[in-house]
């Protein structure tokens, strides 16, 4: 029987988490408090070698935490159809960390790595909670559409909360002045932000499914423990969703090192102005919900692998760009006599990178939507949450250690060989045999 698509407004309610939880990822993980915590909070100028990777540290830590407890969490959430509570419980842990970054003062380092283990940990838990909602609401045909769509209007979520921030702290000096008195505010305007946005999400978002009554002797952990024991026994019968993670894997670490770098790189490598920094922000939002949307609308008219190798391909050519962005300007100068200043060449390649970074996450998680029966799609978006956390663990960390060793320029290409390793292995994938796979094992 051919599953319906859910309301509009069903839709759009699960959107919203992606327009508010993208307050947090873009102001503190990628454009503002990745600057502020490195040069302001650890301070060891010039090159901030040490600050650049604690940040990586910190980050790394709280994703070791996701890979260690988002499949039983899943399993759990499968088992007593409470998706939505899980849901509420990641918002709003994720809402008070957020704010508690306002304690946070130069040379308070230790507080401030604890504050963003916890508060990147509530984020990256409840996108794979949020996540675990995507094969409810249409049939696979139709997820690369709604996944590009949520995807795409995240990005102007980011926009406008960075916007926010940005004119609260521009007028005292910005990011990176350590006397500005509104630093203190970018974690309580970013929670304020994702609190008041992600409202729609709870009042239009239906929990579906049926909780399952709680044997006698047993509690919700161990039941979640069964269930993925059970479900690793069976993994074989979904053999295409376990090679497109391993695929991810390689991809979303070097997305996540896209994230979590660009703009320390534009600000320690490219020497960046402010109003080149705001541009390129601006830039990346859009370009990367445009490529979210329709690379959302291609995946679902030439297939979801193809669309995603793509993506890949994007990347490889972007990346390389970044590294040679020096270069380049000095030979676009020579060439063709003009006075270009890297900065505006680094913001060309932004555009690119932009389109990629919205259509490789919004193709990956559509993708793990159709390779999932319903009934497990906690598990599996756990599975999916476990995977790309496992891997932004090994992209931000062994990035921070390479920039500590030979500098952040060359540590970059680290990127180019992941993504060519998620390529490689996506090659693997048989995208009509997950789909079936999917469709046989609904109902259990």
């Known amino acids: 029987?051919?599953?319906?698509?859910?309301?509009?407004?069903?839709?759009?309610?699960?959107?919203?988490?992606?327009?508010?939880?993208?307050?947090?990822?873009?102001?503190?993980?990628?454009?503002?408090?990745?600057?502020?915590?490195?040069?302001?909070?650890?301070?060891?100028?010039p090159e901030y070698r040490m600050g650049n990777l604690l940040w990586s540290i910190g980050l790394s830590l709280s994703y070791v935490i996701v890979v260690a407890t988002a499949p039983i969490l899943g399993a759990i959430m499968d088992f007593s159809a409470s998706k939505?509570?899980?849901?509420?419980a990641s918002y709003l842990f994720t809402i008070l960390l957020t704010a508690a970054l306002f304690f946070v003062r130069p040379g308070d380092v230790w507080l401030g790595v604890t504050l963003l283990v916890l508060s990147n940990y509530g984020f990256?838990?409840?996108?794979?909670?949020?996540?675990?909602?995507?094969?409810?609401?249409?049939?696979?045909?139709?997820?690369?559409k709604i996944s590009g769509f949520a995807w795409g209007i995240g990005y102007f979520g980011g926009l406008v909360s960075t916007a926010l921030v940005l004119a609260l702290i521009e007028p005292g000096g910005g990011p990176t002045n350590p006397d500005n008195p509104s630093l203190p505010f970018i974690g309580p305007v970013t929670a304020a932000f994702f609190l008041l946005a992600g409202i729609p999400t709870f009042l239009l978002l239906k929990e579906r499914g049926t909780a399952q009554t709680l044997p006698a002797g047993e509690t919700m952990f161990k039941i979640g423990f069964h269930r993925l024991f059970a479900t690793l026994k069976e993994i074989g019968d979904f053999r295409d969703l376990?090679?497109?993670?391993?695929?991810l894997f390689f991809s979303q670490a070097g997305l996540y090192v896209v994230i979590s770098f660009a703009f320390i790189y534009g600000a320690q490598v490219i020497h960046w102005s402010a109003g080149a920094m705001a541009m390129m922000?601006?830039?990346?939002?859009?370009?990367?919900?445009?490529?979210?949307?329709?690379f959302g609308l291609l995946q679902d008219r030439i297939g979801s692998i193809r669309t995603y190798?793509?993506?890949?391909?994007?990347?490889?050519?972007?990346?390389?760009?970044?590294?040679?962005?020096n270069d380049l300007t000095v030979?676009?100068?020579?060439?063709?006599?003009?006075?270009?200043?890297?900065?505006?060449?680094?913001?060309?390649?932004?555009?690119?990178?932009?389109?990629?970074?919205?259509?490789?996450?919004?193709?990956?998680?559509?993708?793990?939507?159709?390779?999932?029966?319903?009934?497990?799609?906690?598990?599996?978006?756990?599975?999916?949450?476990?995977?790309?956390k496992l891997s932004a663990i090994v992209g931000v960390l062994g990035t921070g250690?390479?920039?500590?060793?030979i500098g952040l320029q060359k540590a970059i290409l680290f990127t180019v060989v992941l993504f060519i390793l998620g390529m490689i292995v996506s090659f693997y994938v048989n995208e009509a045999r997950g789909r079936k796979m999917a469709a046989e094992h609904e109902g259990e």
């Not at 939505?84 to 509420?88: A, C, H, Q």
């Not at 190798?309 to 962005?325: E, H, Q, R, S």
């Not at 100068?333 to 970074?357: M, P, Q, R, W």
């Not at 250690?401 to 060793?405: A, D, G, I, K």
């Open 1 to 45: 029987m051919q599953k319906e698509r859910a309301p509009k407004r069903e839709i759009f309610g699960w959107a919203m988490f992606d327009f508010a939880n993208s307050s947090y990822t873009t102001v503190i993980v990628t454009v503002v408090y990745a600057i502020v915590f490195p040069q302001i909070i650890v301070g060891d100028a």
């Open 84 to 88: 939505k509570k899980f849901l509420f």
């Open 124 to 144: 990256a838990a409840g996108e794979s909670f949020a996540g675990a909602f995507l094969p409810d609401l249409g049939p696979p045909e139709d997820l690369g």
């Open 242 to 247: 376990t090679i497109f993670l391993a695929s």
């Open 281 to 294: 922000f601006i830039i990346t939002q859009f370009t990367a919900a445009g490529g979210a949307i329709l």
């Open 309 to 325: 190798m793509m993506t890949l391909v994007l990347w490889i050519v972007a990346v390389a760009l970044i590294y040679g962005t």
């Open 331 to 388: 030979w676009i100068n020579e060439t063709f006599a003009k006075d270009y200043k890297a900065e505006s060449v680094f913001l060309f390649i932004g555009c690119l990178a932009g389109l990629g970074l919205g259509a490789t996450q919004s193709a990956g998680r559509a993708i793990v939507g159709i390779f999932s029966p319903e009934s497990k799609s906690g598990e599996f978006f756990g599975f999916w949450g476990q995977s790309s």
């Open 401 to 405: 250690l390479l920039q500590n060793m």
